[in-house]
């Protein structure tokens, strides 16, 4: 059974950087897409950024176009979300998520397997 546990949340002022770690455990985790999702009070999950199993495909939602990139290394069976110029819009509980293809989608329903979500909190 896949297993993800985030971490690197925090408080942080806008304009500041955060790192997001997302590790994974269970499966072959090289073969499928991960995405990072956000969900703030009172509304509903929306997608952020996703990468292909192999890394070499990415997508981003326009709002963080520029400041998230997001990464994995295959090896340590981790992916990362770094975040700079963060704003107050980017408060949110974090979530990490399994692909179910090796291949990047923005829907929540193309994603099986969720973290327990980290909060990230920037301050103007």
């Known amino acids: 059974q896949v297993r993800l546990v985030e971490s690197g949340g925090g408080l942080v002022q806008t304009g500041g950087s955060l790192r997001l770690s997302c590790a994974a455990s269970g499966r072959t985790f090289s073969s499928y897409a991960m995405g990072w999702f956000r969900q703030a009070p009172g509304k509903e999950r929306e997608f952020v950024a996703a990468?292909?199993?192999?890394?070499?495909?990415?997508y981003y939602a326009d709002s963080v176009k520029g400041r998230f990139t997001i990464s994995r290394d295959n090896a340590k069976n981790t992916v990362f979300l770094q975040m700079n110029s963060l704003k107050p819009e980017d408060t949110a509980v974090y979530y990490c998520a399994v692909g179910r293809t090796s291949y990047v989608f923005t829907t929540v329903y193309a994603y099986y397997v969720w973290g327990q979500g980290t909060q990230v909190t920037v301050s103007s």
């Open positions: 990468i292909s199993g192999s890394g070499d495909s990415t």
